[in-house]
Nanobody, 122 residues
């Protein structure tokens, strides 16, 4: 059974940092694009960052320069380093894996984690 499990969420003050992890099990995802999305209460799920199978990275404009996506292929794990956090970053963060398609759309992703809550206080 394929599983993506996020961890690392929590409560942090504005200006602080968190690192999210997404561990995959049940299969390897070397050829998959890995993405991070987030969903705030009352809002649609939105793209945050993605890393392709070749290592190319993509970011939403709202997080560019503050967030960094990376991966450890040996551990089948993807990370999202979040710095200079703002209250607007408060959301449930989801990792996902895609076999192909537009990396910034939820419909391109085949597997999803259960989400981890990130709360940034002002």
């Amino acid at each position: 059974q394929v599983q993506l499990v996020e961890s690392g969420g929590g409560l942090v003050q504005a200006g602080g940092s968190l690192r999210l992890s997404c561990a995959a099990s049940g299969r390897t995802f070397i050829s998959y694009t890995k993405g991070w999305f987030r969903q705030a209460p009352g809002k649609e799920r939105e793209f945050v960052a993605a890393i392709s199978w070749s290592g190319d990275t993509y970011y939403a404009d709202s997080v560019k320069g503050r967030f960094t996506i990376s991966r450890d292929i040996a551990k089948n794990t993807v990370y999202l380093q979040m710095n200079s956090l703002e209250p607007e970053d408060t959301a449930v963060y989801y990792c996902a894996a895609s076999r192909g398609g537009a990396y910034y759309t939820t419909t391109a992703y085949n597997y999803w984690g259960q989400g981890t809550q990130v709360t940034v206080s002002s």
